[in-house]
Nanobody, 120 residues
């Protein structure tokens, strides 16, 4: 019923920036925790950033101080601003949503993913 669609991925050079957007439909997600995961080739998906319904945020140590997650409840969207990109940031980025507002570690909904490639 809830659908998440990511956009904004692409190819950038080391040190560049990208802004990812996730648009939700099917339900108002103002009371959901939301966030981003990523998956590099041959590796498991890993949590990148989470934002709760109260706008509390947390980040993976690998992206802290470089990435910023935000949400716009009026538009039912979340964003991930990625700066100072490194080759290690390459992967497919997935938007997630969880009905537990503080996030229980088990996303209820996943987007299809958007590719981010950072050239060396």
């Amino acid at each position: 019923q809830v659908q998440l669609v990511e956009s904004g991925g692409g190819l950038v050079q080391v040190g560049g920036s990208l802004r990812l957007t996730c648009a939700a439909s099917g339900s108002n997600l103002a009371h959901y925790a939301m966030g981003w995961y990523r998956q590099a080739p041959g590796k498991e998906r890993e949590e990148v950033a989470i934002i709760t319904s109260g706008s509390t945020t947390r980040y993976s140590d690998s992206v802290k101080d470089r990435f910023t997650i935000s949400r716009d409840n009026a538009k039912n969207t979340i964003n991930l601003q990625m700066n100072s990109l490194k080759p290690e940031d390459t992967g497919v980025y997935y938007c997630i949503a969880d009905s537990y507002r503080n996030y229980d570690g088990h996303p209820d909904y996943w987007g299809q993913g958007t590719q981010v490639t950072v050239s060396s």
